[in-house]
């Protein structure tokens, strides 16, 4: 990690910088193959969507976003995991949860970051908040990476996520798969 980035959870009042990264991140060349949503979607959402998808980040015991902020108070990057139970359906169509898990969405580290190790230490703050959870006690993170991405691939199994061997079509009709990665508790 670079020198002075502090990884912290988002806190409520951070809605507008938190919709100010998503928006960033939807414009990003690779945002049709890495989000489920686009520019044009989310910018036209009103700030009560802003403020309570924050406020849920932040107090939600079963929601967590995480930031990496630079020295100078700029957000780096961003990554959300969001608990999920047995019996439920993923956000995926035909993604059925079998197992107490963390999902990992959003995840978006800004160009001049990449490479730096900065995603890896976002990851490692979703894997330190799902493993500490009590209920429900977590047995997997997952999370589901476009099979024409493969950068954003060889992050995740860099950071010891494994092919589950799942893999699902991309919502509303979108050309490719969605490939499931994993990581087991240790």
């Known amino acids: 990690m670079s020198t002075g980035i502090i990884i912290r959870q988002v806190r409520t009042e951070d809605w507008q910088r938190a919709r100010d990264l998503r928006l960033d991140a939807l414009q990003d060349p690779v945002a049709a193959v890495a989000f489920l949503e686009t520019y044009e979607q989310a910018v036209t959402r009103p700030d009560e969507f802003w403020q309570d998808r924050t406020t849920r980040a932040a107090t939600d015991p079963h929601v967590a976003q995480f930031v990496a902020e630079a020295g ?98 991309v919502p509303g009709g979108q050309a490719g798969r969605e490939v499931e990665l994993v990581v087991l508790r240790g």
């Open 72 to 169: 100078d108070g700029r957000w780096l990057g961003s990554m959300t995991a969001l608990v999920e139970r047995p019996g439920g359906n993923g956000a995926l169509e035909g993604d059925v949860i079998e197992v107490e898990q963390a999902h990992v969405v959003g995840v978006f580290v800004r160009p001049e970051a990449r490479g730096t190790g900065l995603a890896l230490d976002l990851i490692r703050a979703v894997q330190e908040w799902a493993w500490s959870l009590t209920e429900p006690r977590i047995e997997r993170v997952r999370l589901f990476v476009h099979e024409d991405n493969p950068r954003a691939e060889a992050m995740y199994r860099k950071a010891g996520f494994e092919p589950s061997g799942v893999t699902l079509p």
